[in-house]
């Protein structure tokens, strides 16, 4: 078996020190962070830090930009092929789906999402009115092939799909701790599919037995 901790790092240093600034910032808070922690974290001197990004501000916004372009990746895995020829619209992956395929269970990205999101400033803002209206598009999608319904406000119904697949991502830790399985796992998705498939069918009084 390959030791991945003896293989080379072949990213760039800027890519390197990005990539540290989202794990800090994930678990501390952009505003917690200064450019010497980053530096250190990066094995790199803060003034290639300034550098590369010319101000903290400056890397955060290299932040935002690699984390958006990654959910936007997802999102084209999850609505079709990125080359304009949809997918099988009735095996259509959700959201969650997506996520488990792109992001590993150590990833930053997650916890850093968690802060932006919840921040509401204007990327965050900007990124999740881009998730719900992929959100919208996955669900007409699935409507045209016969998979769902849109409901009488499709506008909500997408904003509650997306939020369930959201906060499976940012609460992942949590899940597993409490449900004994990573909740994007392939065991952990059955789990959390039949029951979820269970009370969008009947509601959390109805008749769970689908048959």
Known sequence: MVNMHSLPDDRTARAKIRDEALSLFGERGPDAVTVRDIAAAAGVSPALVIRHYQSKDGLRQAVDEHVTAVFEAMLTRAVGT????????????????????????????????????????????????RLHEVSKEALAALAQAGAADTG?????????????????LILRPQLREVLGVDPLSGDGMQRWATETLSVYRTGLGGNTDPT
């Open 152 to 168: 009488a406000d499709p506008d909500v119904r997408a904003a509650f799909l997306l939020v369930n697949d959201l906060a499976v």
């Open 82 to 129: 990125g080359d304009g020829d949809p997918l099988d619209q009735a095996a259509l992956p959700t959201l969650a789906e997506a996520m488990a395929e792109f992001l590993p269970a150590d990833s930053p990205i997650p916890s850093y999402l968690g802060r932006l999101l919840l921040a509401a400033g204007p990327v965050g803002t900007a990124l999740f009115r």
